[in-house]
């Protein structure tokens, strides 16, 4: 899930061009685009979310078909691990 910074911080203000100001605005445009059509997914399978799951957005929603356990995808831990809390 794509992370949106919440500042700006040019390494170097002094030596802004139009075109590195241009550079920055398409990435933040990029950045804020994948996180609006970031939409959470619906899983149904036989296990529980797995923490392996770091691919999936936060919010995303995993139904153990087999103990109809609910959980969510709340925290993208690091770039590898996500943490699944239990609803209900």
Same mark, same amino acid.
């Given at each position: 899930?794509?992370?949106?910074? !919440?500042?700006?911080?040019? &390494? #170097?203000?002094?030596? =802004?061009?139009?075109? %590195? *100001?241009?550079?920055?605005?398409?990435?933040?445009?990029?950045?804020?685009?994948?996180?609006?059509?970031?939409?959470?997914?619906?899983?149904?399978? !036989?296990?529980?979310?797995? &923490? #392996?799951?770091?691919? =999936?957005?936060?919010? %995303? *929603?995993?139904?153990?078909?087999?103990?109809?356990?609910?959980?969510?995808?709340?925290?993208?831990?690091?770039?590898?691990?996500?943490?699944?809390? !239990?609803?209900?």
């Amino acid at each position: 899930m794509v992370k949106i910074a !919440t500042s700006l911080s040019p &390494t #170097d203000k002094n030596n =802004l061009t139009p075109e %590195s *100001i241009l550079e920055i605005i398409e990435k933040m445009y990029i950045d804020l685009a994948n996180a609006i059509n970031s939409k959470p997914d619906f899983y149904e399978r !036989t296990t529980d979310g797995q &923490t #392996d799951d770091y691919f =999936l957005a936060n919010g %995303s *929603i995993n139904i153990n078909t087999s103990t109809n356990k609910v959980e969510m995808l709340t925290n993208h831990v690091d770039s590898t691990t996500v943490t699944w809390t !239990t609803l209900g």
